[in-house]
């Protein structure tokens, strides 16, 4: 049982996201960094895609009411319990009382949003499927809303008898991906690509791009050089994904994110592949990220390889727990 | 609107889902043949699920094929046989207070259509509006047949958030929303009704092949 000690912090119950309702016109919602709640799930014996806590904005407070085994992935973010310093990508085991404090991203990763796993995963009512908050449609996680103080929220077990205090060397340094320095993603080409002017589609790839402060879980604004279309297009309306990166007629890109509705109709440029949809969620307000144009066969090897990389953490963590069980 | 394909066009949506989108004209009758699609094609081992939209639709994968030609090659087959899949739904009286607070870009819409207020009111409300798809978020539905002289391009920039009930024009289209979030469209009034409900089987009010007719309550200015 953990109780949130901080206010309008938009932390939200979040776990691999709510598959099968997109015809009800629901999307899949789910955490922005996947891996990272895949391998704080993993580490504590959890079920790959239990429910976690996403936390975006610092510093985040947070009591524990009871022994808890808990993980922290994602944002290295100074994190302590009590007064004791905790290694990011790490398990720990907390006691009765103590409280899990988390302060501002620091780090070589510039990553932007810390996972909290707890053992047994976070206890909310599966909702359609999911545990995921559906900010929108206010339903699932906790209550359909993001976290506030005095929100007392539950686990699964207390994890008693299971290892703590091992870690992971986190993705962004064992799959880094940049281009000139900055951090980057993959984009599969989408149907209106080639609507676009010659001098756009080569400005996509090879210029800068700024997230801007008008991005969040729904989606990221981009600012850079405008992109223009050869005519303008106006579509219908059709299903689109999270990573979709839409042109609105101002040219300035917006590329959807996890809480991305399930359908649009503005002019698709790409799309960032599934696999690299963690690195664009963990990338700073503020920051700059770089394109980098992929096929079919590189996107799915590429989901492949993050697939291998958890497979990895699943075998190291039943390793270190069967040798510390041997001792 | 841009001129329809004269051949099926797919596109892929990364590695999360396909996109097809039918030749031809836009009516009831291409959005049957949609639907039949959908019901086929969400049989297949390898789609998790097939969404309709207006007049395309797009297909998730349960897990990304190798290679994508046999499955575009089943569609293309399965598109080519669909027959009109015909829904008798039920009818939804929705009243609207056009223009005002709850009608934001009324004047937008006038200006780009260069109808009056009267016109595009008397316009708007005398369809039986068939619910073509469900999609943007939870209970939101897609309608056919507005009156082509309404459309209205998508705003430059999205408006961050518009409220639930909100009626908006957004290109060819028309359609209320369940619930408050961003949006590309131009709202010219607003309605209550609840769309969607969580722990309802089937969670959203309305399906495809249902009904709304909008009823003026009143115009506001």
């Known amino acids: 049982m953990i109780e949130i000690l901080s206010n309008a912090a938009l932390a939200t119950v979040q776990d691999l996201g709510r598959n099968g309702s997109l015809r009800w016109g629901v999307g899949t919602s789910g955490a922005m960094d996947d891996l990272a709640l895949a391998a704080g799930n993993l580490m504590l014996g959890n079920p790959v895609g239990a429910a976690g806590i996403e936390i975006p904005v610092f510093p985040f407070k947070l009591r524990f009411g009871a022994d808890c085994a808990f993980a922290l992935t994602g944002a290295d ?17 907390a006691r009765a009382g103590e409280v899990l404090a988390l302060g501002v991203p620091k780090g070589p990763m510039r990553a932007s949003r810390a996972l909290l796993c707890l053992s047994g995963g976070v206890d909310v009512p599966e909702v359609l499927g999911s545990r995921s908050t559906q900010l929108r449609g206010a339903f699932g996680g906790f209550e359909g809303r993001a976290l ?18 091992f870690g992971l060397v986190p993705p962004a340094l064992a799959m880094p991906l940049q281009r000139d320095g900055i951090a980057a993603v993959r984009v599969l080409p989408a149907a209106e690509y080639l609507a676009f002017e010659p001098a756009s589609r080569e400005a996509f790839w090879n210029r800068d791009w700024k997230i801007t402060a008008q991005s969040d879980r729904y989606g990221y604004r981009l600012d850079g050089e405008a992109l223009r279309p050869i005519a303008p297009m106006e579509l219908l309306s059709h299903g689109i994904v999270p990573g979709v990166i839409q042109v609105p007629h101002s040219g300035q890109p917006i590329v959807q994110m996890r809480d991305a509705q399930p359908s649009g109709g503005y002019p698709k440029f790409g799309t960032v592949i599934e696999a690299d949809l963690w690195r664009l969620g963990q990338a700073p307000i503020g920051s700059r990220i770089r394109f980098i144009e992929t096929t079919w066969a590189q996107a799915v090897a590429a989901r492949d390889e993050a697939r291998q990389w958890l497979a990895k953490v699943e075998r190291m963590v039943s390793l270190h727990c069967s040798a510390r069980g041997a001792r | 609107m841009n001129a329809p394909p004269a051949t099926p066009a797919f596109s892929l949506l990364g590695t999360t889902a396909l996109l097809f989108e039918a030749p031809g004209a836009f009516d009831l009758e291409a959005q049957q043949r949609i639907w039949a699609l959908a019901k086929e094609a969400e049989a297949w081992p390898e789609i998790r699920e097939a969404v309709p939209g207006m007049k395309n639709l797009m297909l998730t994968f349960v897990e990304p094929p190798q290679t994508l030609d046999a499955l575009q090659e089943r569609l293309m087959a399965a598109w080519q046989a669909a027959r ?10 929705l009243p609207v207070v056009y223009g005002g607070t709850g009608g934001p870009h009324m004047a937008d819409v006038v200006a780009h259509t260069g109808l009056s207020v009267e016109q595009i009111v008397e316009l708007h409300s005398a369809p039986l509006y068939p619910v073509y798809a469900l999609g943007s978020h939870p209970g939101y539905c897609y309608l056919g047949g507005m009156d082509p002289r309404l459309a209205t391009p998508r705003r430059k920039v999205p408006v961050m958030s518009i409220p639930g009930g909100a009626v908006s024009i957004g290109g060819a289209q028309t359609g209320v929303s369940a619930s408050a979030g961003p949006s590309g469209w131009n709202t010219i009034g607003s309605t209550t009704m609840s769309f969607f409900d969580p722990a309802a089987e089937p969670p959203a009010a309305l399906q495809p092949g249902d009904m709304i007719r909008f009823r003026v309550e009143a115009v506001l200015r």
């Open chain 1, 148 to 165: 506030k103080r005095g929100d007392v929220l539950r686990c699964g077990h207390d994890g008693h008898g299971r290892p703590t205090g």
């Open chain 2, 84 to 93: 009109p899949l015909a829904r008798s739904g039920r009818v939804v009286e």
């Open chain 1, 77 to 93: 973010c100074d994190a302590r319990l009590d007064e004791r310093p905790l290694l990011p990508w790490w398990t720990h085991r």
